[in-house]
């Protein structure tokens, strides 16, 4: 289970102080997943610096890309924005829950008979066919409905959206007016790569088409498409990676603060003899006498498998007692070998913490790691963790200081 261990209240009658209360709670759990909320505001407001004077929203899909979209919602919409990008409608319930102003678009589109699901929660659909466009023109002119939707148009994912010649077919529609379309915006392909071919072209094709949607925003940039410069920007840019410490410039330095720390207790330590091997398949070879530490982390907790070390591979490194430590053998389940050699005798016990991600271990090079990109490194995040906030906006469960 998740907890948000730091937005629950010590309970009044607590022999303990809060901060022990949080001790007790948290010595159950084997991961404590750390989600810094000032961090993920600070990169909102950097990002929205750096596209103004285009409008900063926030993309909260997929539990706000693992690091929860209640929390996250509150926080970012503390701190000005107004306008929020969720996958389903699902997650637009939850998004609208913590966000009783903005305005909430959902990527997914318009699934069949689901307008009153988004009329009653006020969320706008994100149309990428035509189809949906009629339907949820049916919807709107039976029930009353105008709330607004964005269109979608796709300039060369062939994911979703309209086509281009599909998207000129409305100009007359919105050349009459009143036509409910609140936004019209594309997705770049490899905003990730500056010198992709294919960002300036896509720019070309989502300038022409969206100067047609005379007073619609237009949107095209997500978290690296902000970087590709004040062309990209448009009207709105969409930021997700970014918010939550992803380099959105993979090419260089990262420019935002790092927003997840994890820690995974160590639940034995022992002694492996030199030629002995440790872990399934006895893929890594004990080369001296080695001092092991097992953390009780592994691959349902969303720590990749692929980041095993084995002979003649080294896999991930972890944070003990502050120096990087090699893993040793497969990473299984729910646990990974350590090789705690090199540190002074009893520097690391039964029950302390290391550190996976955090302390200079960034997402980014995990994933490197992981054979992947940060965002599946943090939505695989696992929920055996207990979740701790910090910052962000105060809870309103938080009792008034008696
Ligand atoms: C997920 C998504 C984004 C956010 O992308 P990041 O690379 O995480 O910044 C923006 N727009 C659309 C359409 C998306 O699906």
Redesign the pocket.
């Known amino acids: 289970m998740t907890t948000a261990l730091t937005a629950k209240p010590a309970s009044t009658n607590s022999l303990l102080s809060p901060e022990a209360d949080q001790a007790s709670a948290l010595a159950a759990y084997n991961g404590i997943l750390t989600i810094d909320l000032d961090a993920i505001v600070a990169n909102w407001r950097k990002l929205e610096k750096t596209a103004m004077p285009a409008e900063c929203s926030a ?1 909260i ?1 997929a539990n706000a ?1 693992g690091c929860g979209i209640e929390p996250v919602a509150r926080a970012l919409a503390g701190a000005g924005c107004k306008t929020f ?1 969720v996958a389903t409608l699902d997650e637009a319930r939850a998004a609208r829950a913590a966000l009783p102003q903005a305005a909430i678009y959902v ?1 997914s589109g318009f699934l069949q008979n689901t307008g009153e699901a988004y009329a009653k929660i006020d969320c706008r659909p994100v149309i990428g066919e035509l189809n949906e466009l009629a339907e949820w023109d049916v919807f709107c002119r039976r029930s009353g409905w105008s709330g607004g939707a964005a269109i ?1 148009i796709d300039t060369g994912m062939n994911r979703l959206g309209l086509t281009v010649l599909e998207a000129q077919g409305l100009i007359p529609r919105i050349n009459a007016g009143d036509h409910g379309i609140t936004l019209v ?1 594309s ?1 770049l392909v490899s ?1 990730e790569q500056l010198n992709s071919p294919v960002n300036a072209r896509q720019l070309a094709a989502f300038r022409q088409i969206a100067s047609f949607f005379t007073g619609v925003p237009a949107s095209l940039a ?3 498409g902000i970087y590709l410069g004040a062309p990209f920007q448009f009207d709105l840019v ?5 918010l939550y410490g992803i380099n ?1 410039t993979p090419e260089a330095d990262n420019p935002m603060q790092p927003v997840v720390d994890l820690k995974a207790r160590i639940i034995q330590i022992r002694n492996v003899e030199r030629g002995e091997t440790v872990g399934y398949g006895g893929t890594w070879t004990a080369r001296r006498p080695t001092r092991l530490a097992v953390v009780a982390a592994g691959y349902a907790d969303g720590y990749f498998r692929a980041a095993s070390a084995n002979d003649g591979t080294r896999g991930a490194e972890v944070i003990v007692a502050g120096k990087r430590c090699p893993l040793a053998g497969r990473v299984s389940m729910d646990l990974i070998g350590v090789d705690i050699t090199d540190l002074p005798p009893n520097a690391a016990r039964r029950g302390h913490m290391v550190t996976l991600i955090g302390e200079g271990i960034t997402v980014d090079e995990l994933a490197h790691h992981f054979g992947t990109i940060g ?1 599946e490194v943090l939505t695989s995040l696992g929920r055996r963790f207990a979740r701790v906030y910090k910052g962000g906006v105060p809870s309103e469960a938080a009792p008034s200081p008696a």
């Open positions: 993309v899909k890309y990008f990527l979608h915006m997705h905003g997500n978290s690296s969409r930021p997700g990676a970014a959105p965002y």
